[in-house]
């Protein structure tokens, strides 16, 4: 079977620069006052990695590693973050810039609290996907947590790309049908298989990598990212550390693409993110083409199908909008409601 990359059949598109309508939960940052000092004249980085308290930084083609200044206070930078750095800014060795700003997030990802971590701690900032890595078989694909990972990423206002791995050993049409409705851009990959596709969706974006262990996802970005090593336990040249180490989500570059620069964020152990902001709204919001039906709905309604008089059941009724249209958006919400997961 060939590789192919299918457009959604919405077509939805929601771009961060979109997304300033989005009522979404610590994403303003406090006011400027007078008297804080003014960073605006020092040089700015990308958080790649974090490691034992140490940040990497790209500075333009360096690789700067610092500390965060004391005036951050308890806030901290994440990878993604696009900071001010202070101090010595060579990257030569031995050598410690301080962040002295951390700019304002378009979007940021949380990651699920577990047992020993009761708190959703954000993980990736200013991403604008999030690419969820999924084995067609070996391991089977599980449909109910790609549609919560899904919610996750619309809450966040993070488009979600879909990448059907493995198609050697099982066809993909059940999952194409089950997420075209969604207007979800959907990769299908195979050992030797093109990636152009996948190469064109990537560029110009930011783009988190999600999967579960054994799914495909290193193979992926090793494809993608010649040299990048990141199955083989070696010594990272970026982080300069074994795979087996290395915790922190990390920033790696994408080799040029047609004039177009991108980036992934690798999130090694992290396989799922957390629900708790998730309101109907917020995931009504990535349907952009429903919202309009819902203005007549009675006070309060969720828009569930069993919400009395939903204005998308009379959208469907009427013929203004297609049934599995609902039923995407239906089980988008509904997994948004299962708060334990994973
Ligand atoms: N048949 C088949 N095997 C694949 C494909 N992609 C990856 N694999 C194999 O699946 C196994 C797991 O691949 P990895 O890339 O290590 O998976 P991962 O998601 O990074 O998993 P971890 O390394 O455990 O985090 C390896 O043996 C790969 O060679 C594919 O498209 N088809
Ligand atoms: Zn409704």
């Not at 696009?82 to 997030?105: C, H, K, N, Y």
């Not at 008089?309 to 409601?337: I, K, T």
């Amino acid at each position: 079977m060939s590789p192919r990359a299918v457009r959604g059949a919405m077509g939805r598109n929601v771009r961060t620069d979109d997304l300033e309508s989005f009522d979404r939960p610590g994403k303003r940052s406090r006011p400027r006052t007078k008297d804080r000092p003014d960073y605006s004249e020092l040089p700015v980085a990308r958080v790649i990695t974090i490691d034992r308290g140490r940040y990497r930084c790209q500075l333009d083609d360096v690789l700067v590693t610092a500390t965060k200044a004391r005036q951050l206070g308890r806030k901290g930078a994440i990878v993604g973050d696009i900071v001010r750095l202070d101090g010595d800014v060579s990257g030569e060795e031995g050598t410690l810039a301080r962040i002295v700003q951390v700019e304002e997030r378009s979007t940021v990802l949380r990651r699920t609290a577990d047992d020993t971590d009761p708190f959703e701690r954000p993980i990736v900032a200013n991403a604008d996907q999030l690419l969820i890595v999924t084995a067609l078989a070996d391991p089977p694909p599980r449909m109910g947590m790609i549609d919560r990972i899904m919610v996750a990423a619309y809450d966040a206002g993070i488009e979600p790309i879909l990448c059907l791995t493995k198609s050697d050993l099982a066809s993909p049409d059940a999952l194409l049908a089950a997420y075209q409705p969604l207007g979800v851009d959907v990769v299908v990959t195979e050992p030797g298989s093109d990636l152009e596709p996948v190469r064109a969706l990537l560029a110009d974006r930011v783009t988190v990598f999600v999967g579960h262990s054994g799914v495909g996802k290193s193979t992926l970005v090793n494809a993608l990212i010649p040299g990048v090593n990141r199955t083989t336990g070696d010594v990272n040249d970026v982080t300069g550390r074994g795979r087996h180490t290395s915790t922190s989500a990390i920033a790696l570059e994408l080799p040029d693409w047609q004039g177009r620069q991108g980036w992934v964020i690798d999130t090694p152990g992290v396989r799922s993110f957390g629900l708790s902001h998730v309101t109907p709204e917020g995931v009504l919001a990535a349907f952009g083409d429903l919202s309009r039906f819902t203005v007549d709905c009675p006070r309060g309604c969720q828009h569930g199908a069993e919400d009395p008089e939903c204005g998308l059941d009379a959208a469907v009724e009427r013929g203004d909008l297609a049934p599995e249209r609902l039923e995407s958006y239906r089980r988008m919400w509904q997994a948004g409601r299962l708060k334990d997961w994973e």
